[in-house]
């Protein structure tokens, strides 16, 4: 159980990684960084995340 809910914090980690290295910077800008906490079928995860603030939006037409 203990290694599942740590794959689960890894998986989750290195996509919200992989978001902050692809995101648009003009578009969004990092707010906060903040620990939630997420309930899964092998218990609670802890998982560090970035918040961001949307700078403009975008509308297409």
Do not use: H, I, P, W
């Not at 995101?23 to 620990?35: I, M, N, P, T, W």
């Not at 700078?55 to 037409?61: Q, V």
């Amino acid at each position: 159980m203990l290694f599942m809910r740590n794959l689960v914090t890894e998986v989750l980690q290195d996509v919200d990684k992989q978001l902050a290295e692809s995101r648009d910077k003009k578009r969004f800008a990092l707010k906060d960084k903040r620990v939630c906490q997420q309930e899964t079928l092998f218990g609670f995860v802890e998982v560090k995340r970035n918040y961001y603030k949307v700078l403009f939006l975008c509308t297409k037409r």
